[in-house]
């Protein structure tokens, strides 16, 4: 059975850090584009980062390069989303995904429909 559980969500300061994890299981997650996403409340979900099959590339949305990095550890099966200088309007929930049919890899745009298997959201909120 396959799962994605995220973790690592939760109340910060403008200009604090966060790091959310996915842990994959019933997969390896290094065989596979995996992507973060958010949703902002009233908003559509956007993609904001993704690292390709054993990690050789990665793309960054525009409103979060040189603020986030992505990375995955193949031992752990985890994926992480190091957030640096956090401001307000990074208040989402946030999703991993994975590419498990492999069909698209980690695209420049990191389009929602490149992804078929996501994991539960966690919150995270910047704010004083």
């Known amino acids: 059975q396959f799962q994605f559980v995220g973790s690592g969500g939760g109340l910060v300061q403008p200009g604090g850090s966060l790091r959310l994890s996915c842990v994959a299981s019933?997969?390896?997650?290094?065989?596979?584009?995996i992507g973060w996403f958010r949703q902002a409340p009233g908003k559509e979900r956007e993609g904001v980062s993704c690292?390709?099959?054993?990690?050789?590339?990665?793309n960054y949305a525009d409103s979060v390069k040189g603020r986030f990095t992505i990375s995955t550890d193949s031992a752990k099966d985890t994926v992480y989303l190091q957030m640096n200088s956090l401001k307000p309007e990074d208040t989402a929930v946030y999703y991993c995904?994975?590419?498990?049919?492999?069909?698209?890899?980690?695209?420049?745009?990191?389009?929602?429909?490149?992804?078929?298997?996501w994991g539960q959201g966690t919150q995270v909120t910047v704010s004083n």
């Open positions: 019933g997969f390896h997650l290094d065989y596979y584009a």
């Open positions: 690292i390709s099959s054993h990690g050789t590339s990665a």
């Open positions: 995904a994975a590419d498990l049919l492999d069909q698209w890899g980690c695209s420049r745009e990191i389009r929602e429909r490149e992804y078929d298997f």
